[in-house]
């Protein structure tokens, strides 16, 4: 194939360690790896973080045994073949597998036993986090290898090797200004690849000998890294929440702004603000729940972009709402109740007697109308029997749930003062 046609990033993949950019902790296993500490690996990180480059150095380094497969072309059928080559070899096949996440259960069920028998060297990688995409007994008999994205200064470095190293960029006698590279390397956010991309679309497509920053406005618009299913879907709504509850209503509105401006689903963003509405906030802002059923019903009418204001503005007034897990606590302990106590019977005073049988059996039978006598409702029972004294939901000291105390405890008082009352009674 022709250099031309041949992308900048591919071209320039290092064939050595020394020549690997970056990843410092990652490299220092390759090295092992390469003098003899051969294991099994999991290469996990972000697109253009490096996974493929140190595939390629193990690949120079024991060219006679390694295998490139891609989790998307090839399968388990790949793989057995390799293990019974395996005996024909020096050392066992290292088999190379892209996108290993993209592997079924079953496929990596399949794996396994040759990667616990040495039959294979397995290195996987994949931008999912293994601990939702790998399987538990796979993942085990794996070493992990962590790659971050990379540092601005690191992509910088790569750049200019790039323009220095190069042979058909350096016929072209092009140079990129100093803002320029400092530009792509931030509109790369960490993605190696992305950088030498921009950079050579930049070169091909603006002829002049020195390309500025402003020539590099169409070169820079790049979208963000989202995965919707993966760790960063689930990172970024992480920091959106905990933000919130903290009230730190900036710090709320960037996260909400990261998520919407790299796609994320609007009514997943919806979905999970009423969820805070309810743990976080609960009754110490009653409303917040409506602002944001409000939102969604705003959203469904505008439509993006106009309606993403609306998520905008739910989000500031749960930031700055006052705070509160009552409910959520008294959810937790009511399960736990219902799961210790089972399923005790309903008092009879409280039963539904809705014919004359239920009410034979007295069903009903001393209930008290709260509505046509409310002090003698307060001595009744509303518990099943066996579980009293029980305090499920305690409301905080802010918003609105102080007033909920409020009303809680004169209703305890009122029940106190009835009790004395009756007892003195039944004295005299």
């Known amino acids: 194939m022709k250099e031309s046609f041949i992308p900048l990033a591919h071209r320039l993949r290092p064939k050595k360690t020394e020549d690997f950019v970056g990843q410092e902790k990652a490299m220092t ?20 973080s490096g996974k493929t480059s140190i595939a390629g150095i193990i690949s120079a380094a024991f060219p006679d045994t390694y ?118 390397a931030g509109a790369a956010r960490g993605d190696a690849r992305a950088a030498l991309n921009m950079l050579e679309y930049a070169i091909m497509n603006t ?9 590099l406005e169409k070169t820079l618009d790049r979208p963000l890294y989202h995965d919707r299913s993966g760790e960063m879907h689930y990172n970024l709504i992480s920091a959106f929440q905990k933000a919130i509850r903290a009230g730190d209503v900036d710090a709320s509105v960037y996260w909400l702004g990261r998520m919407m401006e790299a796609g994320e689903d609007r009514i997943y963003i919806i979905r999970r603000m009423a969820r805070i509405a309810s743990e976080d906030i609960g009754m110490a802002e009653p409303h917040a729940l409506g602002v944001v059923t409000n939102a969604h019903e705003a959203f469904r009418l505008l439509g993006s972009p106009e309606g993403d204001l609306c998520l905008y503005q739910a989000a500031v007034y749960l930031a700055c709402a006052p705070k509160s897990n009552a409910l959520y606590l008294s959810e937790k302990k009511t399960k736990a109740l219902i799961k ?12 539904n007697a809705s014919t004359r049988l239920m009410k034979a059996f007295g069903y009903g039978k001393g209930y008290i109308y ?28 802010s918003g609105f749930e ?22 003195k009674t039944d004295k005299e």
């Open 340 to 351: 210790k106590t089972g399923t005790p019977g309903v008092p009879m005073n409280l039963r």
């Open 67 to 184: 295998y490139a497969l891609s989790a998307v072309a090839n399968g388990i059928k790949e793989i057995r073949g390799l293990a019974a080559h395996a005996t024909d070899l020096s050392m066992p096949p290292i088999a190379f597998i892209d996108e290993i996440h993209r592997f079924t259960r079953v496929q990596q069920d399949a794996l396994l036993p040759y990667v616990e028998s040495g039959a294979i060297i397995l290195i996987g990688a994949t931008t999912e986090n293994p601990s939702f995409s790998i399987t538990s007994p796979l993942l085990s008999r794996l070493q992990i290898v962590r790659l971050e994205p990379l540092e601005n200064k690191e992509i910088q470095t790569i750049l200019y090797h790039a323009l220095e190293q190069d042979d058909a960029l350096v016929r072209l006698e092009r140079k990129v200004s100093d803002e320029g590279i400092q530009a792509i």
């Open 402 to 423: 102080k007033r909920i105390r409020g009303i809680m405890d004169a209703r305890r008082e009122a029940k106190k003062r009835r009790t004395v009352s009756y007892r």
């Open 207 to 215: 002829k002049k000998d020195i390309i500025s920053l402003c020539d």
């Open 29 to 48: 296993i390759v090295r092992e790896f390469i003098h003899g500490q051969r294991r099994s690996l999991m290469l996990w990180g972000p697109p253009g």
């Open 370 to 397: 709260a509505h046509d006598d409310p002090s003698g409702a307060l001595d009744m029972g509303y518990m099943p029997e066996g579980i009293l004294g029980v305090s499920l939901y305690t409301p905080g000291d």
